[in-house]
T-cell receptor, first 115, second 115 residues
Framework: GENVEQHPSTLSVQEGDSAVIKCTYS??????FPWYKQELGKGPQLIID?????GEKKDQRIAVTLNKTAKHFSLHITETQPEDSAVYFC??????????????FGPGTSLSVIP | GAGVSQSPSNKVTEKGKDVELRCDPI?????LYWYRQRLGQGLEFLIY????????KSGLPSDRFSAERTGESVSTLTIQRTQQEDSAVYLC?????????????FGPGTRLTVT
């Protein structure tokens, strides 16, 4: 089955700098890759997602890139702010729209933005 | 509209007792997930319900854990003969899981403490 790895497990950046979190997946059939942000004491929330027919997607200060050949995708946060501090989870769905549409999460990255 | 709700928000129980956790998904969402999250850790998949298909129980850690879902509505997660290692936050998420919408909406979680 699908396996998602995520690096680094912890990341500290200065406010205003960029942060990059990288994930790899094992199942080449995976075709949907969401990213979730979990703030302290809350459930995760979707912040951006990308489908396998797209190489890059941006939404203001966040962007996600996908390399299907290498089976990895990354989250980029630019101009980081203290409120970006949270745990970020990447995920993959092996078969969007099929019976294999269970979401597989990575282990998470704890991001700290230092004012 | 209403999001995913979970009850109770906190539960303290004695070792050996049974507990029942409840999840009310967003109306119309066919997919429902249960996760366990230990302090400072990632999302541990427990069980996945999708419509009328047989649930994916591959994440349940032992036969003390079980879950039910009636149709596309409420789900209950039952832990029998609780152990201290069951202490964690139990998160429920629901998803439309169709068309262009595979976003998971998480509830606030139930914090379970086994003494």
């Amino acid at each position: 089955g699908e396996n998602v790895e995520q690096h680094p497990s912890t990341l500290s950046v200065q406010e205003g700098d960029s942060a990059v979190i990288k994930c790899t997946y094992s199942d080449s059939a995976s075709n949907y890759f969401p990213w979730y942000k979990q703030e302290l004491g809350k459930g995760p929330q979707l912040i951006i997602d990308i489908r396998s027919n797209v190489g890059e997607k941006k939404d203001q200060r966040i962007a996600v890139t996908l390399n299907k050949t290498a089976k990895h995708f990354s989250l980029h946060i630019t101009e980081t702010q203290p409120e970006d501090s949270a745990v970020y989870f990447c995920a993959a769905i092996p078969g969007l729209g099929t019976s294999y549409d269970k979401v597989i999460f990575g282990p998470g990255t704890s991001l700290s933005v230092i004012p | 509209g209403a999001g995913v709700s979970q009850s109770p928000s906190n539960k303290v129980t004695e070792k050996g007792k049974d507990v029942e956790l409840r999840c009310d998904p967003i109306s119309g969402h066919t997919a429902l997930y249960w996760y366990r999250q230990r302090l400072g850790q990632g999302l541990e998949f427990l069980i996945y319900f999708q419509g009328n298909s047989a649930p994916d129980k591959s994440g349940l850690p032992s036969d003390r854990f079980s879950a039910e879902r009636t149709g596309e509505s409420v789900s209950t997660l039952t832990i029998q003969r609780t152990q201290q290692e069951d202490s964690a936050v139990y998160l429920c998420a629901s998803s439309l899981a169709a068309g262009n919408s595979y976003e998971q909406y998480f509830g606030p979680g139930t914090r379970l403490t086994v003494t």
